[in-house]
């Protein structure tokens, strides 16, 4: 089963580390609360769009499964979704403008070690898009601001198990009794 905790954090993490900003300037989008000051960033995770017309599914027999439980179906499918990384800040030129900053965060994903930090938990990114300068005037005053929207594949899997023989009857011939056994 995927975890959108680990996913969360380890996209958290790879921003965060490479645009070199504090823990609390990495923030996720549309969350309550007041606008940090300072430059920022925030993350939003888009959509699923599921690919392919339908998802594998595997069944398969665990001999050590409990009653009731040794067979076990898998459902599991690849699923693309963006990830849209807006940067905040007060510079409009230099090397510290949201721009700036954002294309740190693109080039790192090149970088093996954010590779397989994201690959650990099921991450693949693999359009890593492009750095858009979206400045505009905010009180009377430029404000930088850039967008930068990565997109991923993940695969989703979910997994129950059951069993083939829910219910056994048995009829003792020598008293012509049924008996019921569910598993």
Not at 69 to 96: A, H
Request: aromatic letters at 8%; one cysteine or more.
């Amino acid at each position: 089963m995927t975890s959108w905790n680990l996913i969360e954090d380890a996209i958290r993490k790879w921003v965060r580390d490479a645009s070199r900003l504090a823990d609390g300037q990495v923030i996720w989008s549309d969350q309550d609360g007041p606008r940090p000051l300072g430059v920022f960033i925030t993350i939003r995770l888009g959509d699923l769009l599921p690919l392919g017309a339908v998802d594998e599914t595997a069944t398969d027999y665990d001999p050590t499964g409990g009653p009731g439980e040794e067979i076990v179906t898998t459902v599991r499918g690849v699923r693309e979704f963006p990830v849209s990384i807006q940067c905040f800040g007060t510079d409009t030129v230099g090397r510290d403008t949201a721009r700036a900053l954002l294309s740190r965060v693109q080039t790192a994903l090149g970088l093996p070690s954010v590779r397989e930090a994201l690959g650990t938990v099921g991450l693949s990114p693999f359009d890593a898009g492009q750095v858009r300068n979206l400045s505009v005037i905010l009180d009377a005053q430029f404000e930088g601001r850039a967008l930068l929207e990565v997109r991923f594949y993940v695969v989703e899997e979910m997994t129950e198990r059951t069993t083939y023989i829910s219910t056994v009857e048995v009829t003792d011939e020598s008293t012509d009794r049924t008996f019921t056994v569910t598993v």
